[in-house]
T-cell receptor, first 113, second 115 residues
Framework: SQTIHQWPATLVQPVGSPLSLECTVE??????LYWYRQAAGRGLQLLFY??????ISSEVPQNLSASRPQDRQFILSSKKLLLSDSGFYLC????????????FGPGTRLTVL | AQKVTQAQTEISVVEKEDVTLDCVYE???????LFWYKQPPSGELVFLIR??????QNEISGRYSWNFQKSTSSFNFTITASQVVDSAVYFC????????????FGQGTRLTINP
């Protein structure tokens, strides 16, 4: 069966510091991968998605970036965090076979102080 | 434009009551998919159901049921005989096909079941 991991689970970072969040999927090959952000008390916003290694599409202009160095690894980064980057970050995957269900990881709660 | 509206921000009921969560969507696509996810306090989104636009049959899964009506662009979710463990934020989402498979989420409904 497929499993999706995210780490760290929680993170507290000062403004201006770098960020690296990691997501890995097990038990499947060539998935689509997604990064979402959920601000406090709000819905989910798609940040990035990837259909393959090195292929990244950005949905929202911001100081975040994403990379996919391996088939089942998706990384969310920032060179300098802003207060507004605080939130709950969720990684998701689905299969590239037409319409499929997205499954989500456990999430990373980021607080920027 | 693709949009999902969950007008109920918060709902609070007493255990064993039935409760319905509303979801209204907008899309110009003739083929689309609708989803419901549950987000318990732990934060992880748990998939509940997927429904395609060609299947308007209502679905029941235990205490959960879903009513899909294309005529009113609604996909409502009912919990029968609610339990405290049903307390969570529930999200309705619309799937759109633009490159990868994108989900457009509603703002969510926070459901609290009181003992």
């Amino acid at each position: 069966s497929q499993t999706i991991h995210q780490w760290p689970a929680t993170l507290v970072q000062p403004v201006g510091s770098p960020l690296s969040l990691e997501c890995t999927v097990e038990g499947t090959s060539n998935p689509n991968l997604y990064w979402y952000r959920q601000a406090a008390g709000r819905g989910l916003q798609l940040l990035f998605y990837s259909v393959g290694i090195g292929q990244i599409s950005s949905e929202v202009p911001q100081n975040l970036s994403a990379s996919r160095p391996q088939d089942r690894q998706f990384i969310l980064s920032s060179k300098k965090l802003l207060l507004s980057d605080s939130g709950f970050y969720l990684c998701a995957w689905d299969l590239q076979r037409g319409t499929d269900t997205q499954y989500f990881g456990p999430g990373t709660r980021l607080t920027v102080l | 434009a693709q949009k999902v509206t969950q007008a109920q921000t918060e709902i609070s009921v007493v255990e064993k009551e039935d409760v319905t969560l509303d979801c209204v969507y907008e899309t110009r696509d003739t083929t689309y998919y609708l989803f419901w996810y549950k987000q318990p306090p732990s934060g992880e989104l748990v998939f509940l159901i997927r429904r395609n636009s060609f299947d308007e049959q209502n679905e029941i899964s235990g205490r959960y049921s879903w009513n899909f009506q294309k005529s009113t662009s609604s996909f409502n979710f009912t919990i029968t005989a609610s339990q405290v463990v049903d307390s969570a934020v529930y999200f309705c989402a619309l799937h759109i096909i633009q490159g990868a498979q994108k989900l457009v989420f509603g703002q969510g409904t926070r459901l609290t079941i009181n003992p």
